[in-house]
């Protein structure tokens, strides 16, 4: 599986790493272990590493459908490391938009 999460229930921290190809259905499946985990909890804050990452075939639509299941709480914080590049974003300029539950309300590739 190329998503892989490390809880740290002692420091209240989910550490996320990514690489290779990654789709929707890795995403679904990965954070609903997660969210079985019994060291697991809600209001944990989360880093992801995406700096692995090949391919994102994730659409908007698969993100407000993953908001509605996603296993951590909107009062944990969230922050990602990534290639910030138009190719690893499938975008040709640099935009900025919004995403549920990120703590700054913002996303800028």
Request: proline share 7%; hydrophobic share 35%; aromatic share 12%.
């Amino acid at each position: 599986m190329p998503i892989h999460h490390y809880v740290h229930s002692t420091d209240r921290v989910v550490i996320t790493t990514c690489f290779g190809d990654i789709s929707f259905d890795h995403g679904l499946e990965s954070l609903q272990a997660l969210g079985v985990d019994p060291r697991f909890k809600p209001g944990f804050r989360q880093l992801v590493d995406l700096s692995q990452v090949s391919k994102l075939r994730l659409r908007l639509k698969h993100l407000e459908i993953q908001h509605s299941w996603y296993p951590f709480s909107n009062t944990g914080k969230r922050a990602s490391v990534c290639n910030p590049t138009a190719d690893f974003f499938g975008l040709r300029k640099p935009t900025s938009r919004s995403w549920p539950g990120l703590s700054s309300g913002s996303f800028t590739p």
